[in-house]
């Protein structure tokens, strides 16, 4: 089937929708690729037989104060990805105005699950909580065999933020949402067990190279996470500071959104 979108190619787009002046290529490029990867969740999958391979990453953008980590997100994941999903936590009403905005750019949630996105300061035991709350039941699966669905994009500006270097648990944690489990169950201090089906974590953090290492996990290289992290380091000289940032064109914002969300259905 034919495909129409604005862009042959969306990440290229992306790229070059932020200003070179002020962000690094790799840090554009591959924030592109986690909004990709954000919208994607587990509707997509590379077949390995016993396993699948799903597109959630755990991408860092490692650089030195002035290398406009955060600013680098900012088009494809905070303006672009978040603007195609659906809130956590809000009101019957807010989700029945947002779905009836989104139906306009073609989600059918009768049959679809929503993006869900979070951004920034987020406990551990929280971050569970909302992916167990983010769980979709595909009513197209057979009843004695339901597919679940928790994939969610995680947005963290400061790795610090959400790790530290004694929580183990976190660790763990993380290593079974990038493997994208069919089923996990955790036990927290502040309220029952969570169980999240059809887990899968997409993240992309910002750091400078000394946050990455003092607070990641001691034994993290052991349990595996490292090996699981992108670590996309820029080392080049930290960009000048501006009054003003230039506004990303609203044309091609919107075209970037349109066609987003033609990759996410």
């Known amino acids: ?98 779905q009836a905005s989104l139906a306009d750019m073609g989600f059918d949630f009768s049959d679809t699950k929503p993006i869900r996105v979070l951004q920034d300061k987020i406990t551990p035991e929280k971050l569970l909580v909302d992916m167990e709350s983010a769980t979709y039941m595909d009513p197209n699966s057979p009843i004695d065999n339901p597919i679940f669905d928790s994939s969610v994009s995680l947005i963290t500006s400061e790795f610090g933020v959400l790790m530290s270097r004694e929580n183990s648990n976190l660790q763990a944690w993380l290593t079974d949402f990038w493997d994208a489990k069919d089923k996990v169950s955790y036990r927290i201090k ?14 992309i953090f910002g750091s400078v190279p000394e946050s990455f290492v003092t607070n990641m996990p001691k034994d993290a290289t052991e349990q595996g996470l490292t090996s699981r992290i992108i670590a996309v380091h820029y080392d080049g000289p930290p960009f000048a500071k501006k009054k003003k940032y230039p506004m990303v064109d609203e044309k091609l914002q919107e075209q970037l959104r349109k066609d987003l969300a033609d990759i996410a259905q």
């Open 190 to 203: 502040t309220g029952p067990s969570q169980l999240i089906r059809g887990a899968a974590l997409n993240w």
């Open 1 to 98: 089937m034919a495909v129409n979108r604005y862009f042959p190619d969306w990440i290229e787009a992306c790229e070059n929708g932020t200003d070179p002046k002020s962000t690094p290529l790799l840090f554009r490029r591959w924030a592109a690729i986690s909004a990709v990867a954000g919208a994607l969740g587990r509707r997509s999958w590379y077949d390995f037989g016993t396993f699948r391979c799903y597109p959630n990453m755990y991408i860092g953008l490692i650089g030195p104060s002035g290398s406009n980590k955060s600013l680098s997100m900012r088009l494809p994941l905070v303006i672009l990805l978040d603007s195609l999903a659906l809130p956590l936590g809000i009101s019957k009403e807010e989700a029945g105005a947002r």
